[in-house]
C-alpha cells in the first residue's frame, strides 16, 4: 500500500483461484475511501502464483508494480507492469519480463525512478549457490533502460539480502543490504547513478562492518548526496550511519548509537535533519513487559552526536575539516568532503610523495559550510598520472588537514 499523489492511496495484493494459481491486482482509492478503478482492483497478472510484490507510484496519477512470478515454474521469475490514471495496464499484457532464470530469484522490492518509470532489485541465483541482489530501471513505456537481466550491485559470492532501496532523484538509486558477516561484514550499501554505474565501486561501500545479526534498515538522503542509515542490530539496539556522496563512512564504522536502552528496541523509522543528521523513531519495550511498548525518538547530530548537541552551527560547519576520499583506492579520481566554520581562503592541492603539487583544485576565497570536491586523477596539464600513494591537502585561515590516496591501475 502507498499514497498517490492526491491524497488517495494504491493498494496491490495477491488473489487465490479456486481452481489452482492466482492473480495479482492493484486499486486506487481517493481520499474518501472510494474505489477508482475496476470493483475488483486491475489485474496486473493472471492465473499466476505470486510471492513479494512491490508498487511505486509512477508520478503521473499511475502506479507500477512488480512481483515474483510461479507462472514458468518453481520458485519463479520476476514481470512488472504499469497501471495508467485511467486504470489501464500500459505495458506488456501479464506483465513485462525483468528476469527469466528458471527459478532463480526470490524477495523482490521497487522504486520510482522520478521520470515516469522505475528501478526493480530482486535477489539472483544465476551466478553462484549465494543470492545476488540485481537491479533493472525501466522507463516509462516499460523498455529496458540497463543492460538486459539487470546489473548486480556487488557482485561478491557472498549471500546478500534484505535489500532497502531509496531514489536519489537523478533517475539512479540508493540501496542497502545484509551479508555474510564472517566475509565482508554485515552491513553494505551502493549508489547506481541513472546509467546504471555503480558510483560506490564493484564490490559497494561497508556501512557497519562490524554488527553481526543486524536486523531493518531505513534510509533517507542527507541533502549533499550522500545517504543516512538507521538500522537494528542483536541484542535490541539501534544504530545510525551517515555516508558521503563518495560512499565512505562519516562516522565510525561500528555505526553511532541511536539507543542503547534495555529491553527491545527495532523497526527504526529516520528522516534527515536537513543540516547531514537525522531523527530517527522507533517502537520501544524499555518501560514495560515486553506486551507493552511505546515509541522513541532522538536526533543524530551531523557529527554523529546523538541529541540536540548534535546540531550544527547555522553555516553547516563546526571546524574545518576535509573527509577521506572515496573511492580509496582509485582508479580513476577520487571525491572529498570539505567543512569550512567561515568564509576563509582556501587552498586544495594534491601533492605526489615527494611533497610537489601535482594538481591544484581550488585557491581562492570560498563561502562557509560543506561541499564536495572532486578529482580526475590527472595532473594540471590533464595528463593521467601513474599509479601510486598521493596527499590530498586542504589549507585555510592557518589550519591544515591531510588525507592519503592511492591510485591503482
Known amino acids: 500500500m502507498l499514497g498517490d499523489e492526491h491524497g488517495g492511496t494504491y493498494v496491490g495484493w495477491g488473489e487465490l483461484l479456486n481452481g489452482g494459481g492466482g492473480e495479482v491486482h492493484v486499486q486506487r482509492l481517493d481520499p474518501d475511501g472510494n474505489a477508482l478503478w475496476a470493483a475488483n482492483g486491475v489485474v496486473l ?70 521520470a515516469g518509470g522505475a528501478i526493480v532489485t530482486w535477489n539472483d541465483y544465476r551466478n553462484t549457490f549465494y543470492s545476488q541482489i540485481y537491479a533493472q530501471r525501466y522507463d516509462s513505456t516499460g523498455a529496458e533502460r540497463w543492460a538486459h537481466g539487470g546489473l548486480p550491485l556487488a557482485l561478491t559470492g557472498h549471500h546478500q539480502y534484505g535489500d532497502t532501496l531509496l531514489a536519489d532523484g537523478h533517475g539512479g538509486l540508493f540501496a542497502a543490504w545484509f551479508e555474510n558477516p564472517y566475509v ?151 571525491a572529498f568532503r570539505i567543512a569550512l566554520p567561515a568564509a576563509a581562503r582556501i587552498r586544495l592541492a594534491i601533492h605526489d610523495v615527494a611533497g610537489r603539487d601535482v594538481r591544484l583544485l581550488e585557491n581562492g576565497p570560498h563561502a562557509a559550510g560543506t561541499w564536495t570536491a572532486r578529482w580526475d586523477g590527472r595532473d594540471d596539464a590533464g595528463r593521467a598520472l601513474p599509479t601510486g600513494l598521493y596527499f590530498v591537502r586542504l589549507d585555510a585561515s592557518g589550519a591544515g588537514v591531510t588525507r592519503k590516496l592511492v591510485l591503482v591501475p
Open 45 to 114: 497478472a493472471g492465473n499466476v502464483t505470486s510471492y513479494w510484490s512491490a508498487f511505486a507510484a509512477d508520478g503521473a496519477g499511475g502506479v507500477i508494480a512488480a512481483w515474483q512470478d510461479l507462472r514458468n515454474g518453481s520458485y519463479g521469475d520476476v514481470y512488472a507492469q504499469r497501471v495508467g490514471p485511467d486504470g489501464t495496464v500500459r505495458w506488456t499484457a501479464g506483465g513485462v519480463p525483468v528476469a527469466l532464470l528458471g527459478g532463480q530469484t526470490r524477495w523482490v522490492s521497487l522504486v520510482s525512478d522520478g
Open 184 to 334: 565482508r561484514g554485515a552491513l553494505w550499501g551502493q549508489h547506481l547513478d541513472g546509467s546504471g554505474a555503480p558510483l560506490w565501486g564493484s564490490l559497494g561501500s561497508p556501512i557497519d562492518s562490524t554488527q553481526d545479526g543486524a536486523g531493518i534498515f531505513a534510509l533517507a538522503a542527507d541533502g549533499s548526496g550522500g545517504l543516512l542509515v538507521g538500522y537494528d542490530v542483536g541484542g535490541g539496539d539501534i544504530r545510525a550511519q551517515s555516508m558521503s556522496a563518495a560512499g565512505v563512512p562519516r562516522w565510525v564504522l561500528a555505526g553511532v548509537p541511536v539507543t542503547t536502552a534495555p529491553k527491545w528496541q527495532g523497526l527504526p523509522a529516520i528522516v534527515g535533519d536537513g543540516h547531514g543528521g537525522l531523527t530517527a523513531a522507533w517502537p520501544d519495550w524499555r518501560a514495560g513487559g515486553y506486551s507493552t511498548s511505546h515509541v522513541y525518538a532522538q536526533h543524530v547530530g551531523f557529527d554523529g552526536s546523538a541529541g540536540d548537541a548534535g546540531v550544527p552551527p547555522p553555516d553547516g560547519a563546526a571546524t574545518l575539516a576535509l573527509e577521506p576520499a572515496g573511492p580509496n583506492p582509485a582508479r580513476a579520481g577520487a
